[in-house]
Each structure stands twice: as structure tokens, then as C-alpha cells.
Nanobody, 112 residues
Framework: QVQLVESGGGLVQSGGSLRLSCVHS????????MGWYRQTPGKQRELVAT???????NYADSVKGRFTISRDNAKNTVYLQMNSLKPEDTAVYYC??????WGRGTQVTVSS
């Protein structure tokens, strides 16, 4: 059974950085679009960024210029580099392989 396992979350001060990682346990990782989403209590899960199999990227307006999604197909891993973090970035961050494969999430907390 294919799994997605996230890591790299934690507590950071406003203006700081974190890098999230997501390891895909199955085959053919390089052929999949991958994405990062985030969710806060009482709100819907929202798209943060996606990266296609060819490396094309897409970002939510709220994170453009601060976050970078990348992938290492040799390691079956997708990353989310988060810089200039703000308190409003606080959320549980989920890795996704469309349409319906999700990781368990990793908590990111940004203190002001």
C-alpha cells in the first residue's frame, strides 16, 4: 500500500524558515503530480503548492515568493521550503498525490 509520510514541521518564530519533506513509498513517483495543502481548525483544507512530473509549479497567492516546492525523484521525495514565515502560516501541512492519496500531516506553528 502506497503511503505518504511528511516530516519537518515544528515551531518557528515569525520570519523564520522550515523545510517540509514528504516521502512517497510507491513506484512511479516521478510520473505523478504532487502537492502540499494546509488546514487550520474550522477551515477547509487549502492548496499551498503543486509540482508536476515535468517540474512545473503552482502556488497559492498567499505563499508566492516565500515558499518553494521541489522534488527529488531519485529519493521519491517532494519538499516545501518555507521562508519568511508568518503567524498566519500556522497550520497542519499535508502532502498529496492527486486525487486522493494523503499523508497524515505535519504541524507548523509560527509564533509572533
Amino acid at each position: 500500500q502506497v503511503q505518504l509520510v511528511e516530516s519537518g514541521g515544528g515551531l518557528v518564530q515569525s520570519g523564520g524558515s522550515l523545510r517540509l519533506s514528504c516521502v512517497h513509498s510507491g513506484r512511479f513517483f516521478s510520473s505523478y503530480t504532487m502537492g502540499w495543502y494546509r488546514q487550520t481548525p474550522g477551515k477547509q483544507r487549502e492548496l499551498v503548492a503543486t509540482i508536476s512530473s515535468s517540474g512545473n509549479t503552482n502556488y497559492a497567492d498567499s505563499v508566492k515568493g516565500r515558499f518553494t516546492i521541489s522534488r527529488d525523484n531519485a529519493k521519491n521525495t517532494v519538499y516545501l521550503q518555507m521562508n519568511s514565515l508568518k503567524p498566519e502560516d500556522t497550520a497542519v501541512y499535508y502532502c498529496n498525490r492527486p486525487p486522493a492519496l494523503w499523508g497524515r500531516g505535519t504541524q507548523v506553528t509560527v509564533s509572533s
